[in-house]
């Protein structure tokens, strides 16, 4: 619905503007009035017809302190009245401008009314509803007597205003304000808010049953700042930041199924194996909120049966297949990581390279392929590590001695025919220096063969 | 040691410095009221405006004044700021030049014949008789006598708010009077007229409309003729629109109401009429009520007085409320003020929610305590029920709210002045309802006379419990007068945090410059400007306002 325009401005705004022109008039035909003989009393000041004051009884004796000889009516030119000093009693606000009669009159002696405070000379608008001490809420120093400090007062109460009712006029809450009435105003938002909560529909608080207890969900400032309380589901990881639709669908905020699978059931159906495999729905007891990857599987009792999951990790792995490795994975692989699987290899003996061409081939030291190593791997290793294999040649020493660090070609000079060995390739077995240290052995000859049949340890001697 | 030897010193060092051709007046203190006394001689005695004078109190200390007003016979003296007020008969003495006329008589104690300040006495003297009184005393002129007059006053104000970060705006204004025709029928009635019209808006950013509300009306809150109720008319009438006189608990009236006062100070007395609904279109019509009251005066002065009113009402011409109304004064003393009210309703079988019974709708109670004029205590207590009626007298409550509400209070305050220019202040309330309680406190200091003559400077702190929200906040506001211009500033901060927030951040700081400004624009016009800024977490408003009132 448009504002109501008149003369092209809203029509409170005439009006307001109305009222100020309405208002001069009113005041120029009050000041023409006066001066065509409405005259007014000075402040604390006299005229004859009003009478004098009364009651006189507790005024000095000497009337001369007041009055001129002359006349009743005259009063001395230098009288003046402190009404603070003389009477005990000072005079604020409006009191100071007003003529002695309005309370010094015929209706008795003013302490009487004094004693009861504002309300013995002031009609109470508020029917004593409020108390007796106006100047609580009013200024009674200004000229007006709007209410001073009203978000300092209004915090005495039990709605201290907050946000946006800091900034609310009074009369939007307590319809009766310009006539004083704030007797039994509600602090239930929804008293004053019913229209916000019937157009909160996004989502629709009326059909969820949240008509009370605005508070816990919104601060007095901006309803569509809403914090609500979601800590019995806490929206955090995968379910920040989602609409409300995103899981209440269709308004539904009442009663809605905490369990993960109520709202993940489709992810359920298409993850991997858990259909399949009867996985549990809870799905807290694999994954976070944080995201459907890097689920911990509580892997505890579970001792067989570790292909019904892994399959794939098994086709996938290296070897498995191929060799047939036992589809119990539990013999060789821990649930904390496939790396370091542990292979028993009790009972294997023979065909080691079957699993592990990888590693004979890649050895450098010797360089098995090169050198022509066998592949029957256990002649040399154990099932305990690569780095233990061990190599016999003790019959010929070469770990020490004069043939201690030699490879292994400078002596089997044919690649994998390690039966075959020089001993007279080397510099210092020369066929003349050899020849002058055997020119007295008996059989002696300039062969390989022959220096072994002599000097199967490598020795001189 | 007692006082009395130090002010006879004191009175002994004044006089041994006069001037030899001083002259010392005795004088005696006739009479007194506020910080006021008055003496037995005047001009023809020697003594002027300005002169200082001391007394001689019974305790032997001395009080100190000047004198201010001066007749033939006796003077005025207006005590200096914090001296002891002299009893009737206190002596006291005032230096004066020798020089004055009548002083050297008067020092000497001789008086001689006062002068004749008034013209000769006109009345033969065999016109008095015995029973007629040398000294008449001043009555007023009579209700009757006096000429029909026009008084009262008229405004036009303007209150508007706009908050930016809301998109909210407000506007209130009005044009209205008060005023009072007195005797218009010779009778010594007055004629009492009160309306406002005003104009009403609201809007609450939204581009739908819900939000926006305008209204224009005309409240009429008084149009009313009373006669009587004077000291020498014990009978009141009251006829038109006006609030109850005898027991204004009962609320407005479109009606009559008659009051009769006892030559004891009791009253009693009866209404009948309608009841205006409290709200600005004072509708009327629906609500008829009968009442009868009646307050015992235990002293003429009514000092201490209990009261019981008993209003019947009918709602579109159903029964609705039986209505008693309690109340006491006492003033046991000059420093303790005692004041009690209470409201009680009695159910029968029709009331559905509270059901058959009397209950206790609202009680009051405050108790003040000012053993001297700069200090004092005050204790109040409440207790605060929603009736159960037809008419609309507020918003429409739920029957659990009916049934159940219930809020009471307790508050303790106190003040004391330090020194002549310092006030300190602090209050304390709790508060409970049927779902909650909390307490709100605040301890402040006024000082006067900070930077001007008539300036001051307040600062309070204050804690705020409230059934939302809670939190601390400061307020700290200057004052000064300029010329007749009154100017007031501002500030004041709070910081609330929200109480069940499910969110993360339930903080909310507020702060508020806030101004008033009061021009006198002539000895009948003013004008009152006052304006606040908000700055806070979501909060950017401006209000402001003005009143233009002229009185006649």
């Known amino acids: 619905m448009q504002p109501r325009i008149v003369f092209g401005m809203p029509r409170a ?101 004094a004693q009861r405070g504002c309300i013995g000379c002031h009609e109470d608008v508020h029917q004593g509803g409020l108390g007796a001490t106006c100047v609580d809420c009013h200024d009674e120093a200004a000229t007006d007597w709007r209410p001073k400090a009203a978000i300092a007062e209004h915090a005495t109460t039990r709605f201290p205003l907050v946000g946006a009712h800091a900034s609310t006029a009074c009369w939007a809450c307590h319809p009766g304000a310009q006539v004083g009435n704030f007797a039994n105003t509600t602090t239930n938002c929804v008293d004053c808010h019913a229209k916000d909560l019937a157009l909160a529909v996004e989502p629709d608080h009326a059909i969820q049953g949240w ?34 639709n995103a899981c209440h669908s269709g308004n539904d905020f009442g009663g809605l199924d905490s369990a993960c699978v109520a709202c993940h059931a489709d992810d359920y159906q298409s993850a991997r194996n858990h259909v399949t495999l009867n996985y549990s729905t809870d799905c807290t007891q694999c994954h976070t909120v944080q995201g459907w990857k890097g689920a911990n599987f509580a892997h505890t009792g579970i001792v067989t049966g570790c292909i019904a999951c892994h399959a794939s990790e098994y086709n996938s792995a290296p070897d498995h297949v191929s060799q047939g490795y036992s589809t119990e994975c539990g013999k060789c692989h821990t649930v904390n990581s496939w790396q370091g699987g542990n292979f028993p290899h009790t009972g294997i003996v023979t065909g080691c390279n079957r699993c592990h061409a990888d590693e004979y081939a890649a050895t450098t030291q010797p360089n098995h392929a090169t050198s022509g190593f066998g592949t029957s791997c256990e002649q040399c290793h154990n099932t305990r590590t690569w780095g233990d294999g061990t190599f016999d040649h003790s019959e010929f020493p070469i770990f020490n001695g004069h043939h201690a660090g030699l490879s292994c070609q400078d002596c089997h000079p044919v690649p994998g025919a390690f039966r075959q060995f020089t001993c007279i390739s080397c510099h210092e077995h020369s066929l003349r220096t050899t020849n002058s240290h055997h020119n007295r052995v008996q059989g002696y000859t300039y062969q390989s063969s022959a220096c072994y049949n002599c000097h199967p340890n490598g020795q001189g001697d | 040691m007692k006082a009395f030897p130090y002010g006879a010193l004191a009175i002994l060092l004044l006089g041994s410095f006069a001037r030899a051709d001083d002259v010392r007046i005795e004088i005696r203190v006739t009479s007194a009221a506020g910080s006021t006394v008055y003496v037995d001689r005047g001009s023809a005695n020697g003594l002027a405006d300005g002169d200082r004078v001391q007394f001689r109190l019974d305790s032997g200390a001395i009080a100190n004044g000047t004198i201010r007003n001066v007749s033939a016979n006796s003077a005025r003296v207006e005590l200096d700021p914090l001296s002891a007020r002299p009893s009737l008969g206190s002596r006291g003495e005032v230096v004066v030049p020798d020089s004055r006329p009548g002083a050297s008589q008067a020092g000497r104690g001789d008086l001689g014949k006062p002068p004749v300040d008034h013209p000769p006495w006109t009345q033969a ?46 506007g209130l204004a009005a044009v209205g009077t008060d005023m009072t025709l007195e005797n218009p029928f010779g009778d010594g009635g007055a004629l009492r007229l009160d309306a406002e019209a005003f104009t009403r808006m609201s809007d609450v950013g939204s581009d739908d409309g819900l939000y926006q509300y305008d209204d224009t009306r005309v409240r009429l809150d008084r149009f009313s003729y009373q006669v009587g109720g004077t000291v020498d008319r014990p009978n009141q009438f009251l006829v038109g629109r006006f609030m109850q006189a005898g027991v204004p608990e009962l609320g407005l009236l479109d009606g009559g109401e008659w009051n009769h006062r006892t030559d004891g100070g009791s009253e009693f007395g009866a209404s009948v009429g309608w009841m205006p609904e409290p709200f600005p279109d004072r509708m009327s019509f629906q609500d008829l009520q009968a009442a009868i009251h009646y307050r015992h005066a235990f002293d003429v002065k009514r000092q201490n ?27 046991p003393s000059e420093e303790l003020s005692l004041r009690a009210a209470a409201w009680v309703d009695l159910y029968d079988s029709a009331d559905t929610i509270k059901g058959s019974g009397p209950e206790l709708t609202q009680a009051r109670f405050s ?133 069940d927030y499910g969110g993360e951040d339930d903080q909310l700081a507020q702060h508020s410059l806030f101004g008033t400004v009061d021009v006198p624009l002539s000895d009948h016009w003013d004008l009152s400007f006052v304006g606040d800024r908000s700055i806070g977490d979501e909060l950017d408003s401006w209000t402001v306002g003005f009143l233009l009132q002229t009185r006649f």
């Open chain 1, 13 to 113: 705004h005439a009006a307001i503007l109305s009222l100020a022109l309405a208002l001069g008039l009113l005041a120029c035909a009050i000041d023409g009035g006066k001066r065509n003989g409405w005259d007014p009393v000075e402040p604390q000041q006299w005229q004859a017809e009003r009478g004098p004051v009364v009651p006189h009884d507790t005024f000095p004796s000497d009337c001369g302190l007041c009055h001129e000889g002359s006349s009743w009516h005259a009063i001395r030119d230098d009288f003046s009245f402190d009404h603070a000093r003389q009477a005990g009693l000072a005079l604020v606000g409006a009191h100071q401008n007003a003529e002695c009669l309005r309370c010094h009159n015929d209706r008795g002696p003013v302490e009487i009314f």
């Open chain 2, 367 to 499: 108790g003040t305590w000012t053993p001297t004029p700069g200090a004092g205590v005050g204790l109040f207590l409440s207790e605060q029920r929603i009736p159960e009626i037809l008419r609309d007298e507020f918003l429409a409550r739920r029957a659990d709210d009916v049934r159940n509400s219930v809020v009471d209070r307790i508050g303790l305050n106190g003040w004391t002045t330090v020194g002549q220019r310092t006030r300190l202040d602090a209050r304390i309330e709790q508060w409970s309802d049927e779902a909650d309680d909390g307490v709100n406190g605040e301890i402040g200091a006024t000082f006067s006379e900070l930077f001007g003559a008539r300036s001051s400077l307040a600062a309070t702190l204050q804690y705020a419990d409230g059934s939302y929200s809670s939190g601390p906040g400061a307020r700290l506001q200057a004052r000064d007068t300029f010329g007749s211009t009154n100017v007031s500033l501002g500030l004041q901060s709070f910081w609330f945090s929200q109480k």
């Open chain 2, 125 to 170: 003297p065999e016109s008095w008789d015995k029973d007629r009184p040398l000294l008449a005393p001043a009555f007023a002129i009579t209700p009757e006598e006096r000429e029909s007059r026009l008084f009262g006053r008229a405004w036009l104000r303007y209150d508007g708010t706009w908050d930016a970060q809301g998109d909210r705006n407000y």
């Open chain 1, 211 to 244: 008509t009370d207890s605005c508070q816990r969900c919104h601060l007095p400032t901006d309803w569509s700042r809403a914090g609500f309380d979601h800590r019995f589901f806490s929206l955090q990881g995968g379910h920040s930041g989602l609409s409300c």
């Open chain 2, 305 to 331: 007085s209990v009261g019981i009113a008993y209003q019947n009402t009918w709602h579109d011409g159903e029964q609705d409320r039986n209505l008693f109304v309690l109340d006491a004064e006492a003033r």
